[in-house]
Nanobody, 121 residues
């Protein structure tokens, strides 16, 4: 199996910063894209940012210029640096990873358990 464990969420004031981390472990042959989604109360889950194995990234328009996604392939870890946080960034943040568990296996998408980010004064 593959496990994704997130950390770094919490309560922060508007304008503040947080850094989320997500480490993948378990039966891993290779990891392709890794990313972060978020879901606010009463809203659908939305893509925040994604990074491919080669390092190319894409960010939602709502976070461009404020959030940065990066990954450490040696540690199977993806990071989300969030600056200039706004109340509308409040949500549960989920990481995901597209993982091939063996050379003969299909690529599956795995999810973390989610971490709460609350932006409030």
């Amino acid at each position: 199996q593959v496990q994704l464990v997130e950390s770094g969420g919490g309560l922060v004031q508007p304008g503040g910063s947080l850094r989320l981390s997500c480490a993948a472990s378990g039966s891993i042959f290779s990891i392709y894209a890794m990313g972060w989604y978020r879901q606010a109360p009463g809203k659908q889950r939305e893509l925040v940012a994604a990074v491919r194995s080669g390092g190319s990234t894409n960010l939602a328009d709502s976070v461009k210029g404020r959030f940065t996604i990066s990954r450490d392939n040696a540690k199977n870890t993806v990071y989300l640096q969030m600056n200039s946080l706004k109340p509308e960034d409040t949500a549960v943040y989920y990481c995901n990873a597209d993982v091939r568990r063996s050379l003969s296996d299909y690529v599956g998408r795995y999810w973390g358990q989610g971490t709460q980010v609350t932006v409030s004064s």
